[in-house]
């Protein structure tokens, strides 16, 4: 603490310093919602995104591996 003395404090005076900081606490809470809301529609995207990419991978891996065994039938088939 510092060795000061206190100074008398208008009641009006920290009623507006108290509404001001209330108000610009409540401005900031909102913005910082809004940026999470954000945020959180980015990654539900991205998630939509990569469930369709996963499933489109397993597609191709599907159709490889049943490629792989049709030549393997054909290489077998010839005397491979």
């Known amino acids: 603490m510092t060795d000061q003395p206190k100074k008398q404090v208008s ?3 920290a009623a ?3 509404t ?3 108000e610009y606490f409540r ?4 913005m910082l919602a809004d ?4 945020k959180q529609q980015e990654m539900d995207a991205m998630q939509v995104e990569i469930d369709r990419l996963t ?6 891996q599907d159709a490889a591996a049943k ?3 049709k030549a ?5 088939k010839n005397g491979g």
């Open 11 to 13: 009641p009006m005076a």
């Open 16 to 18: 507006v310093e108290a």
């Open 72 to 76: 393997e039938k054909k290489d077998a």
């Open 27 to 30: 401005n900031r809470n909102l």
């Open 35 to 38: 940026a999470l809301e954000r």
């Open 67 to 69: 490629d792989a065994a």
């Open 55 to 60: 499933k489109v991978n397993g597609q191709l």
């Open 20 to 22: 001001a900081l209330n």
